[in-house]
Nanobody
């Protein structure tokens, strides 16, 4: 059984920073691809960042590029999302996700490609 536990959300002022973490347990490996998604009020869940298995290549949505960084620490079975220069538009519930499938970035940006999800952590950015 694979479990993902998200943490690190909170209330922050615009321009501030937060670091989200996702601890992974169970039968996984560093070859799995991990991602962070978010769901803003009234919006569909969207991919903000992906870190691919084996290569650790990364992808970012245009809306967060240059501000967010996804990384992983395989020794700690943890994936991080460092979020800098946050804006009110970043307010959302953030979810980490994991998949063992191999594919392309276009596949990994789709929520349906992931079998395992964290419970979500709320990020609220005030103006």
């Amino acid at each position: 059984q694979v479990q993902l536990v998200d943490a690190g959300g909170g209330l922050v002022q615009a321009g501030g920073s937060l670091r989200l973490s996702c601890v992974v347990s169970g039968r996984t490996s560093s070859s799995w691809t991990m991602a962070w998604f978010r769901q803003r009020p009234g919006k569909e869940r969207e991919c903000v960042g992906v870190i691919m298995g084996r290569s650790d290549s990364t992808y970012y949505a245009d809306s967060v590029k240059g501000r967010f960084t996804i990384s992983r620490d395989n020794a700690k079975n943890t994936v991080y999302l460092q979020m800098n220069n946050l804006g009110v538009e970043d307010t959302a519930v953030y979810y980490c996700a994991a998949t063992a499938i191999s594919g392309t970035i276009s596949l990994y940006t789709q929520a349906k490609s992931y079998d395992y999800w964290g419970q979500g952590t709320q990020v609220t950015v005030s103006s």
